[in-house]
Every structure is written in structure tokens, then in C-alpha cells.
């Protein structure tokens, strides 16, 4: 399974708990195994936040957009109409 495991109480408001307690009795699981698996899933779509560059600090997700295609000042000209 999982090795030791550790017990965390959890509020749930009401409409989130009965579609619990339905979907467990749905699948027959118990409803700690889903919310243990919805963790997981969560857990596992954030990992990249969870890496650590070799400074220790966090390593974010980046986007490169590649190769400036227009200078600045050529920009603003298109975006002010001072382009003919």
C-alpha cells in the first residue's frame, strides 16, 4: 500500500459529502481511498511546483515564446496607428 500513513480530519461542507458518501457506495470503495486518490491526482498535476532548483528555492513553470519578432518602438507605432 502506502507505508505508515498519518490521520487528518477533514471538513467537508454538505453537498461535497453526500456526493462522496454516493460515489463511494457507487464504486464500493471507502471514502478515505477517494479522497486519498483525488490527492494524488492533485498532487501529482502540481509536481513541477514542487521541484526544487539546486538553490532550493522552487522552480516555476516557464513559457518561451521564442524570437522577438518586432522592436518595441515598432510595436507601439502599429498599436497608436502612427504606421501608414
Given at each position: 500500500?502506502?507505508?505508515?500513513?498519518?490521520?487528518?480530519?477533514?471538513?467537508?461542507?454538505?453537498?461535497?459529502?453526500?456526493?462522496?458518501?454516493?460515489?463511494?457506495?457507487?464504486e464500493?470503495?471507502?471514502?478515505?481511498?477517494?479522497?486519498?486518490?483525488?490527492?494524488?491526482?492533485d498532487?501529482?498535476?502540481?509536481?513541477?511546483?514542487?521541484?526544487?532548483?539546486?538553490?532550493?528555492?522552487?522552480?516555476?513553470?516557464?513559457?518561451?515564446?521564442?524570437?522577438?519578432?518586432?522592436?518595441?518602438?515598432?510595436?507601439?507605432?502599429?498599436?497608436?496607428?502612427?504606421?501608414a
Amino acid at each position: 500500500m502506502h507505508g505508515s500513513m498519518q490521520k487528518l480530519q477533514i471538513l467537508f461542507p454538505d453537498p461535497q459529502m453526500d456526493a462522496l458518501r454516493r460515489l463511494a457506495r457507487i464504486e464500493d470503495r471507502p471514502i478515505s481511498e477517494l479522497v486519498r486518490r483525488a490527492v494524488e491526482r492533485d498532487l501529482e498535476q502540481r509536481s513541477n511546483l514542487l521541484q526544487r532548483n539546486r538553490h532550493g528555492t522552487a522552480v516555476f513553470p516557464t513559457f518561451d515564446g521564442g524570437q522577438v519578432l518586432a522592436t518595441a518602438s515598432r510595436m507601439k507605432s502599429v498599436i497608436y496607428g502612427d504606421e501608414a
